[in-house]
């Protein structure tokens, strides 16, 4: 089965700090990648997703994302946050085998940013 | 923007009870998705569910577990006899279709039910 791992469980930054959540995952076929964010009572929302090509992926609110194959890693960034940042952030992965549609979903890190 | 929407929004039910969580997805939406989160620990998927048919299931999804499209716009989830363990924050999410790679089978996801078992 694949897993997903996110190393951080809770970063706290300043404002104008950089940003960089890790995250990991086991499959070794072809994947498709997300991350999600969960603002404070609010559903989760894609953030941004790699399904191929390019594998520096750019998305909403200035978050991009690199996909590297041989680290099996596809990490969030963001050169400077904001106080709306703060929210939960979970990696998701879904490969290409009989797991079509499931996610699979790392525990998430909640990141808190200090105005 | 469309939404997923689901209700209610909190659940408190006795050990044993019956539990219908109920979910409209996107309207043209055609596969369909429940995930749960306990709390403190990871999103985990249950069932897809496609053509009125369960086209995955994860070993949560035992037989105390189904899903049904009863009409047109909804999308449930029943558990039959609920346990202390099942209390959990439950999504529901659904894509436009399900082919591989394919850009429209990003899942959308609704706010969640939070079910409390006592």
């Known amino acids: 089965a694949q897993s997903v791992s996110q190393h951080n469980h809770h970063v706290i930054l300043s404002e104008a700090a950089s940003l960089e959540l890790g995250c990991n995952y086991s499959?070794?076929?072809?994947?498709?990648l997300f991350w999600y964010v969960q603002y404070p009572g609010q559903h989760l929302q894609l953030l941004l997703k790699y399904f191929s090509g390019d594998p520096l992926v750019k998305g909403i609110k200035g978050f991009e994302a690199e996909f590297i194959k041989s680290k099996f890693s596809f990490n969030l960034r963001k050169p400077s946050v904001q106080w709306s940042d703060t929210a939960e952030y979970f990696c998701a992965v879904r490969g290409g085998g009989s797991t079509l549609g499931r996610l699979y979903f790392g525990r998430g890190t909640q990141l808190t940013v200090w105005p | 923007e469309p939404e997923v929407t689901q209700t209610p929004s909190h659940q408190v039910t006795q050990m044993g009870q019956e539990v219908i969580l109920r979910c409209v997805p996107i309207?043209?939406?055609?596969?369909f998705y429940w995930y749960r989160q306990i709390l403190g620990q990871k999103v985990e998927f249950l069932v897809s569910f496609y053509n009125n048919e369960i086209s995955e299931k994860s070993e949560i999804f035992d037989d105390q577990f189904s899903v049904e499209r009863p009409d047109g716009s909804n999308f449930t989830l029943k558990i039959r006899s609920t346990k202390l363990e099942d209390s959990a924050m439950y999504f529901c999410?659904?894509?436009?279709?399900?082919?591989?790679?394919?850009?429209?089978?990003?899942?959308?996801f609704g706010p969640g039910t939070r079910l409390t078992v006592l």
């Open positions: 499959y070794g076929g072809t994947v498709n």
């Open positions: 309207s043209n939406h055609l596969y």
């Open positions: 999410a659904s894509s436009e279709a399900g082919i591989k790679f394919s850009s429209y089978n990003e899942q959308f």
